[in-house]
């Protein structure tokens, strides 16, 4: 499907483009005031680099055998510190890793956050959710958890590093749901050039599952798929993708993309809850695991996005204080988007897929969707 293909399709009518485009300059509005005033909404702790697998897509380069992260201790006292400079009723403390349950004390962690006061949510494989496991997240606590699954079984064992870990993922997925309490259970896609072509067999198993939610997102050009280009989606291969999920959430299934990029007045609205705004260092913050404090664990760490470490700052001031990079358009470091007509709405797009180093965005939807 080429772009007039694709555009036809998908097109919506000039009244609904009207009220759309009300809307994203309201959005526009909101980034603006969130500059001069940030809303810390989702707090993630990166608990460890170690995994059990080896994605070959790993944005943050993880692999077995990895050191772990802060300890307990230093986690309470960043709990303490958000506590005392922030409204923890309106935030969500997001475990990643790595796995983070490779932790001999993850546990210990999540019990300590759970005792403070904070909801807490997980990303996973889920290859380490046993029946006992399951019951122990659900009593510690766990609002949500996003798992991930990147195509059927030998796809997903191949892609992922891990043989068996595909049936294992599946079962850590269905103790979750036997056990129950839990607000959100999702499973999360990662697609690529190699794994498109599964959608329509995967939509088929997990729409027999009872997951609240399935976020199918696009591999982006970060870590160690820089080492893959092959894998990397071309347009055709992004319309097909956006293609499904339109087709899906029509069908009335919580199929969704993630909140990565601007996809152009037809397709926002459509394909997720909420209309483009990169919540990097407005909504979210994160320590990374040796304690570096960011915005979003997807941008590659450089001096222009790691402000400080909790190890000799306080969060809450690195927060309020140090975050200019997050808190102005992407856009103003480069000519082509300053000057691009959808620049209002799109800022320069998301800061995990911006090379700071040459001030270009990496993947810009622009002549591929609209």
Known sequence: MDLQEFKSA??????????KKQILDKRSEVRESLYEKPDLRHLFFELTLSCNERCFHCGSLCRPGEASGLSLEQYAGILDDVDKNFDKRRILVCITGGEPMIRSDFFDIVNMI????????MTSNATLITKEAAHKLRMAGMKTISVSIDGLSETHDSQRGLKGGYDLAMRGIQNLIDEGGFH???????????NIDQLDELFEIVKKIDVDSWRVIGIEPIGRALNHPDMLLTPEDQRRMFSFIIDRRKEGYPVEYGCSHFLGPDLEGNVRKRMFLCNA?????????????????????NDEVIFGNVKEDLFSDVWNNRFETFRKHLSLRNKNCMECEYEKWCAGGAHHSFDYDKNKPLICFKDVLF
């Open 10 to 19: 998908y097109s919506e009518d000039s009244s609904l483009i009207g009220l």
């Open 184 to 194: 959100a259970i999702q499973i999360t896609t990662v697609v690529n050039h190699k």
């Open 114 to 121: 759970n005792e403070k006061g904070f909801a807490w949510g």
């Open 281 to 301: 260092g407005v909504f979210t913050a994160s320590i990374r695991s040796d304690g570096s404090i960011t915005a979003c664990l997807d941008i590659m760490p």
